[in-house]
């Protein structure tokens, strides 16, 4: 496999673990506030990095490091990520998935065939709005029902999270999401944070971005419909 970004130390990815983060490449969809664009299309610009290499460099760091996340882009696109992940539990590593929650059926199929360890799924917003982050207007709600129920029931330590980004998140969207994910462990609202990366030009700029009070209310929000709610500290 190959990488398109490594950051060698992370005390905040996975959540009380000093771990890596491996970037892969590739999305299927298109949210318009992506901070990782570059990566949405294998971008020539990036420094890769050989799966060989980031193996090597983990067998140095067995000590050190807990865990090892990986993210995207979608990790869930690469038909070769159970090979990969059984050689880093070989190593003895804990695995952190991201996933943007619309492969469930190979998100099922790759927690049968390894040891996932902690699974963070996107809840990007309501299911009725999710084609505004789409790239041509597919409907994912059977696929996001499907890795949510499953991800709850799993037994495997988990989050959901959703980036409160203007206009595509709002109360009337968290009402339903707060249906969605019942049950759940943990469920972070992270704060949007403007990017030049950004593929559409609102989202470029922090001008319509939501109060640190409104964020609050938020949470009041979900915490008032009894699910564990915290904000992400990036704000
Ligand atoms: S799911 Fe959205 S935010 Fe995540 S990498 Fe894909 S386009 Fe970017």
């Known amino acids: 496999m190959i990488f398109y970004g490594f950051n060698k130390?992370?005390?905040l990815d996975y959540p009380e673990k000093i771990a890596c983060t491996l970037f892969l490449a590739g999305c299927n969809m298109l949210c318009p506030y992506c901070h990782n664009s570059q990566l949405i299309e294998k971008n020539n610009f990036i420094e890769t990095y050989k799966?060989?290499?980031?193996?090597?460099?983990?067998?140095?760091?067995?000590?050190?490091?807990?865990?090892?996340?990986?993210?995207?882009?979608?990790?869930l696109l690469y038909n070769?990520?159970?090979?990969?992940?059984?050689?880093?539990?070989?190593?003895?590593?804990?695995?952190?998935?991201?996933?943007n929650g619309t492969l469930s059926e190979k998100l099922i199929k790759l927690c049968q065939?390894?040891?996932?360890?902690?699974?963070?799924?996107?809840?990007?917003?309501?299911?009725?709005?999710?084609?505004?982050?789409?790239?041509?207007?597919?409907?994912?709600?059977?696929?996001?029902?499907?890795?949510?129920d499953f991800i709850i029931n799993s037994g495997i330590d988990h989050e959901f999270r959703t980036?409160?980004?203007?206009?595509?998140?709002?109360?009337?969207?968290?009402?339903?999401?707060?249906?969605?994910?019942?049950?759940?462990?943990?469920?972070?609202?992270a704060k949007f944070k403007a990017s030049e990366f950004a593929p559409k030009e609102y989202w470029r700029n922090n001008k319509n971005n939501y109060s640190l009070e409104i964020l609050?209310?938020?949470?009041?929000?979900?915490?008032?419909?009894?699910?564990?709610?915290?904000?992400?500290?990036n704000y």
Do not use: H
């Not at 060989?52 to 983990?58: Q, T, Y």
């Not at 760091?61 to 882009?73: M, N």
């Open 163 to 189: 980036t409160v980004a203007p206009i595509i998140v709002e109360f009337e969207d968290l009402e339903k999401i707060s249906q969605l994910i019942k049950g759940c462990k943990n469920y972070y609202l």
């Open 113 to 148: 065939e390894v040891v996932i360890d902690y699974i963070a799924m996107d809840i990007k917003t309501s299911l009725e709005k999710y084609k505004l982050l789409t790239k041509n207007n597919e409907d994912f709600t059977k696929e996001i029902k499907q890795s949510i």
């Open 80 to 99: 070769d990520l159970s090979g990969f992940i059984k050689k880093i539990k070989e190593l003895g590593f804990l695995v952190k998935l991201d996933t």
């Open 51 to 75: 799966e060989e290499d980031i193996l090597n460099f983990l067998e140095k760091r067995k000590s050190k490091l807990e865990g090892v996340c990986i993210t995207g882009g979608e990790p």
């Open 9 to 11: 130390i992370t005390l």
């Open 216 to 233: 609050e209310k938020m949470r009041d929000f979900m915490l008032s419909k009894n699910i564990n709610c915290k904000l992400r500290a």
